[in-house]
């Protein structure tokens, strides 16, 4: 007898060619672990919301206390001095909350606050014990404001303290203070009168200023009349303060908005009896203000002025070619026998007067010039004979003063000397009359300077002067490069005061100095009336025929070249100017300076870089001239930086000089050698031939400005040619402040501390970084660096965002920095990033971003660091990924699944099962990989990833990738609910983390075939029982979830599959001997993502064997029946026999077009058996 063989064979996987499985993708996600180790002590967690305001706005600051103990904290005392630009609100009670009980003491606009008698309560389970005081706080002024609970800053009555600092930072915009505007309309008015007194308060910032309060004095003399305020656009409470009649007012409880604001008082003047006039300056001082954002005022003022009765003044003016007028008190210059107009002003604040009158004697040696006088005094009659020595008017009238003007009228005659000499005017104090016997309570005086016209014998003024050319146009500048043309400026002016006529050159015109000539067209021109300019030989001007009024100026202009480098002075002397009249220059000379051929520019570009200790990048461009007609060959050009400035590394930008640059990096000795200039296209400058170099260097030091300049010399080249004057530019260094804060608060739905800087080890925390550019210039390629504090990581995925413009931000999720670059920044442009991190190290972490860590091209940076605490409580916890995140059907993606242990011990024995949702699989080729140890379960094709017995090191993350892959395109949400892993140590995910993926384009309709074989009988006795075959790699065929029902309640599997797989299930297993008959029984499941058409198996049969005539027979589960046959040792095979021949024939089965599942047992048509038996020899 014979024993049964090989029954493993009745795997499905031995039905010849197995048919694809179905496989899938899957999303990323993370499990987040919840793990209950303890923390010594209290840890304090400080934040600010929000996080950035401006001077005078308020914060709310909270502190949260962590007690990771299984006792209470008791009798706990914390006392905080806030930094120097904070104070708590002047809200009258500035605290918020205060969950810790105990006593908070917070006095509004103080700079510190303190807790007494709290208490924290125990930790429970896992969970922390908490209590949180909240503060609110005002911006006080300007920067990045750090509170800071230092080590052992709290202390309890139960022993406990903090170990650990915590921080947070408020970064305040400072406000500028109030622009101060004060103006008098009018700023003349009589006693009678009053003024409009206007105060504007201009806002410089672009919000309203609140709380504004402002007591001021008017000075000695002045009040606010009756009709007190006039207008007033800063609203609230403005008041009137002392007297009768009020001196002041008061600002009380005014919002300013941002457009600024102002108001108005009638203000009048009281004057002693005998003071004709007083000027009365008014001013409101710096810092008089107060305001709700600590924001004050810079100084402003005005002067009015108050007159009373009838004042007078005096004005002296001549007219013709240089007219001029002088006022009261001054001195007018004319010549002898010359007229001049006197003036008198009269000015009345009063009432109206008639028969205005005076009698004025003037100075001796002044007398009336002619018959013109006139009078805006009403019909005042004027006595003014040529040649007296006095003049006088009546009958003049005039109206009476208003409340806001006081009327004037002027008397007008013409006075002339034939002497040299000074003449003061002097009219005394009630020297004018009029019926209503108001006289003038003032003196008045003005002074007449006669010149002696014989005195002033050449009387021609000379003035020489040159100007270069650039592309025709001429500019005020005397050098010029050899072989460029300049203009010559000859400025004559008619100082003898007389008209001259035949004004001219002298003998021989005025010759050029030595080695500078006419150009090659000089063309001379000249603005002189009727006069001609003329040029002769090559180096001759000359003027004839020109007429000059009194005081005229005019010029002649011709154009001159020199080819040699030199300073040139060219002369006119005395007497090269003469008139018919006989009257002659004096000597007068201007100066050329010609430079030799080849020259330099040079300038920065930008003009203006940050300041710094550590430099700054600009550049530098240097522009080498020829104005010569041949090449510069040879060219060389040496020079040293100025202090301040060295050369970059790789500085050199371009070059279109040719020859050898050096610039070493670090260095400062700049060096060019065996340069080619291009030669000149013509005579002017812009016509010189050039080339330029240019580079970069690194410029540091403290605002200001560095100077640096290229000697004279130093440009030299082959021709012997050099520049003959020293070149400079300047670079501005400027204070160029970029503003960055940051903050991370826990934003995990749920979770009890979302909204706080307090997380679990591992869970995701939001990490906030707000940049202000605060400078007035645009900043680009604006960017820092971030070195993540010990145990703090990017969290995977990063899930980055930015408002920033430009912005390269590409943080790698597990990394313990991130990079930002790129960012264009406009000026007072405010631009934020954000990007998620996690934490591996329970405790308190401060991420501090330094100062100075931004960089730009402009060089602005941060002036002051930013710091901000994190607190992390003991966990574990899962994140997953997938690579890419999105694939067509039938595409791989990369699951990674990284186990973070964020405890300080080791986890044992971790477990974990990741059941993929339907339609998603391991893929055929999974290529786990695992660094957490232990054995990671992942057949091809399953619907699981299973993690058992690995290790989990404190502090730290492990890893394992497997592929997956789905055909159905759709969107799979991927759950893994919460307590799912498992440890020796019993941590477990507290949460259910889920994760989508989408599977994207047309799904792929692939079939797929469940097989099952099993013995159903032996020598007529059948097998009815139901076995479970599990290999050790996953769930087998039997155990897909389509099969037709009722489920077996032993075997977990469905009743419809029975029969025995191996002998110890088989009672009769002894008695099988030869000639025994065996019956196969197959059952088929259709399970894929589309119908199994023309489907056919094929089962080589045991050796050993024999096939039972007629014993096959087979049907579908809706009892249509399928066709079968037995193909004899050495028959051809159909292609569906793939396995090994063992000499005992083939059964052939045609299943035809079997649908697919769409539930257990439906439809119908979707599964089958079909049976054969064998007979034992």
Request: with cysteine; charged share 10%.
């Amino acid at each position: 007898m014979k024993p049964l063989q090989e029954l493993r064979k009745l795997h499905p996987r031995n039905f010849g060619q197995r048919l694809p499985w179905l496989i899938g993708i899957m999303t990323g996600g993370a499990i987040v672990l919840q793990a209950p180790i303890a923390l010594a002590d209290i840890l304090p967690s400080a934040s600010f919301s929000p996080i950035n305001v401006t001077q005078g706005s308020t914060a709310t600051l909270s502190i949260t206390f962590n007690n990771d103990q299984l006792t209470p904290v008791t009798g706990m005392g914390l006392t905080n001095n806030l930094p120097a630009g904070l104070r708590l609100s002047s809200a009258p009670n500035p605290i918020l909350s205060n969950s810790c009980n105990g006593t908070v003491t917070a006095v509004p606009l103080s700079t510190s606050f303190s807790l007494a008698g709290g208490d924290i309560p125990a930790r429970i389970g896992s969970t922390a014990g908490q209590c949180t005081i909240q503060l609110e706080v005002i911006g006080f002024s300007g920067g990045n404001q750090v509170v800071t609970i230092a080590p052992n800053d709290i202390t309890s009555t139960s022993g406990d303290t903090n170990a650990q600092a915590s921080n947070a930072t408020l970064e305040v915009q400072a406000l500028q203070d109030l622009g101060t505007v004060i103006t008098f309309g009018p700023t003349l008015i009589p006693m009678t009168g009053a003024s409009a007194m206007t105060v504007q308060f201009n806002n410089p910032n672009n919000i309203a200023i609140t709380g504004v309060d402002l007591s001021s004095l008017l000075p000695a003399g002045l009040q606010i009349t009756n009709s007190g305020l006039l207008t007033n656009t800063c609203g609230n409470t403005l008041t009137a303060t002392g007297g009768p009649p009020p001196t002041g007012f008061d600002l009380t409880n005014v919002t300013i908005p941002a457009s600024g604001c102002s108001f108005s008082w009638s203000i009048e003047g009281v004057l002693p009896g005998t003071t004709s006039e007083q000027s009365f300056s008014y001013s409101i001082p710096g810092g008089s203000i107060t305001s709700d954002q600590f924001v004050s005022n810079n100084a402003g003022s005005d002067t009015l002025t108050v007159q009373q009765g009838l004042r007078i003044e005096q004005q002296l003016s001549r007219s013709g070619v240089s007219s001029q007028t002088v006022n009261e008190g001054g001195t007018l210059t004319v010549f002898e026998d010359e007229t001049a107009t006197l003036t008198l002003i009269l000015s009345n604040a009063g009432g109206a007067l008639s028969n205005v009158n005076l009698n004025q004697a003037l100075p001796a040696g002044l007398v009336i010039a002619d018959n013109v006088t006139s009078s805006t005094c009403g019909s005042a009659t004027i006595t003014a004979a040529p040649g007296n020595t006095s003049f006088s008017f009546v009958n003049g009238t005039m109206p009476a003063a208003t409340t806001t003007s006081i009327p004037t009228c002027e008397v007008q005659v013409n006075v002339k000397a034939a002497t040299a000499g000074t003449y003061t005017n002097n009219i005394a104090i009630n020297t004018i009359n009029n019926d209503q016997a108001s006289q003038n309570l003032n003196a008045s005086t003005i002074s007449l300077n006669v010149q002696s016209i014989a005195a002033n014998g050449t009387g021609i003024g000379t003035q020489i002067q040159f100007f270069g050319n650039m592309n025709n146009a001429f500019y005020a500048s005397n050098q010029i490069s050899a072989g460029n043309e300049a203009r010559m400026r000859i400025r004559l002016t008619n100082d003898s005061g007389i008209a001259l006529s035949g004004v001219g050159f002298g003998a021989g015109g005025v010759q050029l100095p030595s080695n500078v000539v006419l150009a090659a067209n000089p063309n001379p021109t000249t603005n002189c009336t009727g006069g001609t300019a003329s040029t002769a030989g090559t180096d001759i001007v000359n003027l004839a025929g020109a007429s000059m009024t009194r005081r005229q100026t005019c010029d002649v202009f011709v154009s001159v070249v020199s080819q040699i480098p030199a300073t040139y002075t060219a002369n006119a002397i005395a007497g090269s100017f003469v008139s018919t009249e006989g009257k002659s220059n004096a000597a007068a000379a201007g100066n050329l300076q010609v430079l030799d051929f080849i020259n330099l520019e040079q300038s920065f570009i930008p003009t203006t870089v940050a300041a710094s200790a550590t430099g700054n990048p600009a550049n530098m461009k240097i522009k080498i001239t020829n104005a010569a007609a041949a090449a510069s060959a040879g060219t060389a050009l040496a020079f040293q930086l100025a202090g301040g400035l060295e050369f970059a590394a790789a500085a050199l930008v371009s070059n279109s000089c040719g020859g050898t640059v050096t610039l070493p990096a670090g260095g400062n000795q700049f060096t060019l050698a065996g340069a080619t200039v291009p030669a000149s296209t013509g005579q002017g400058l812009g016509d010189d031939g050039f080339c330029e170099i240019e580079y970069t260097v690194s410029a540091s030091g403290t605002p200001g400005s560095i100077t640096n300049t290229i000697p004279a010399g130093a440009l030299t080249n082959g021709a012997g040619q050099s520049n003959t004057t020293a070149i400079s530019a300047q670079l501005n260094l400027a204070d160029i402040q970029v503003v960055l804060n940051q903050q991370i608060l826990n934003i995990t739905p749920g979770d009890p501390n979302n909204g706080s800087p307090i997380v679990s080890g591992g869970e995701p925390a939001e990490l906030t970084v707000v940049v202000r550019n605060d400078s007035n210039i645009n900043l680009t390629n604006l960017g820092f660096t971030n070195n993540l504090p010990g145990g703090m990581i990017v969290y995977g995925p990063p899930n980055q965002s930015s408002t920033c413009n430009n912005i390269t931000f590409a943080p790698v999720a597990n990394s313990t920095n991130y990079t930002v670059s790129g960012i264009s920044l406009n000026a007072g442009q405010t631009c934020e990033l954000k990007l998620q991190v996690t934490n591996l190290v329970p405790g308190n972490t401060n991420n501090t971003i330094p100062a100075k860590a931004i960089t730009s091209t402009e060089g602005g940076t941060n002036p002051d660091p930013s710091v901000t605490s994190l607190t992390v409580l003991a966990n574990a916890t899962l994140n997953k990924t997938f690579t890419p995140a999105s694939v067509a059907a039938g595409g791989i993606s990369q699951l990674k699944l990284d186990l973070i242990n964020a405890n300080n011990i080791n986890l044992t024995n971790v477990g974990l099962p990741d059941v993929f949702p339907s339609g998603m699989v391991v893929a055929d080729t999974p290529n786990i990989t695992n660094t957490c140890g232990g054995t990671v379960s992942a057949a091809p094709g399953a619907n699981q990833v299973v993690l058992s017995g690995a290790t989990m090191t404190q502090n730290a993350i492990c890893t394992i990738t497997v592929d997956v892959t789905s055909l159905t395109a759709q969107q799979y949400t991927n759950t893994i609910p919460a307590n799912s892993l498992t440890s020796t140590e019993a941590f477990t995910n507290a949460r259910d983390i889920s994760a989508i993926l989408d599977v994207t384009g047309t799904s792929i309709v692939r079939p797929g075939m469940r097989l099952v074989k099993r013995i159903t009988e032996i020598d007529g006795t059948a097998i009815t029982g139901v076995f479970n075959f599990t290999p050790a790699s996953g769930p087998d065929d039997d155990n897909a979830p389509n099969w037709p029902g009722p489920i077996d309640g032993t075997a977990g599997i469905s009743s419809f599959l029975q029969g025995a797989f191996q002998g110890n299930q088989i009672a009769q297993q002894g008695n099988v001997q030869v000639g025994s008959v065996i019956e196969y029984t197959g059952y088929f499941l259709s399970d894929g993502t589309g119908p199994a058409n023309t489907a056919q198996l094929c089962d080589f049969l045991p050796a050993n064997t024999d096939f039972v005539a007629n014993s096959f027979s087979g049907t579908l589960g809706s009892g249509a029946a399928i066709t079968g046959q037995y193909l004899p040792d050495g028959s051809t095979f159909p292609g569906s026999c793939k396995g090994t021949n063992n000499g005992s024939g083939a059964v052939v089965v045609n299943l035809g077009n079997v649908v697919q599942s769409t539930g257990a047992g439906t439809p119908n048509t979707s599964h089958g058996s079909f049976k054969f038996k064998l007979t034992v020899k």
